[in-house]
Nanobody, 122 residues
């Protein structure tokens, strides 16, 4: 029905950068928002950043402000997360999410990707 495929995770040294991507596909009529969440070992999943496709407005966690930038390409149904000045506290599994209106059922539903590992270590 709907799939979210993430890429771009990996190992990076402190102070380095990574760019995550997430592409949505399937029976999609519209997407109203896309976002990134993360979960570190022993902790609950937390918001990193979200973006609304209608006007491009964004929302960031305090820990991400000034370092991370979320963007989207609506034609490609893809959301990106540019992460700069990474530190060890950013180590987590990063999950992509999207609010989707499908052709088969025209109600807004949340979908999630499988997650991609980001490890910041020297």
């Amino acid at each position: 029905q709907v799939q979210l495929v993430e890429s771009g995770g990996g190992l990076v040294q402190p102070g380095g950068s990574l760019r995550l991507s997430c592409a949505a596909s399937g029976s999609i009529f519209s997407i109203n928002r896309m976002g990134w969440y993360r979960q570190a070992p022993g902790k609950q999943r937390e918001l990193v950043a979200t973006i609304f496709t209608s006007d491009g407005s964004t929302n960031y966690a305090d820990s991400a402000k000034g370092r991370f930038t979320i963007s989207s390409d609506n034609a490609k149904r893809t959301v990106y997360l540019q992460m700069n000045s990474l530190n060890a506290e950013d180590t987590a599994v990063y999950y992509c999410s999207a609010g989707v209106l499908t052709y088969s059922r025209r109600v807004w539903s949340d979908y999630w990707g499988q997650g991609t590992q980001v490890t910041v270590s020297s």
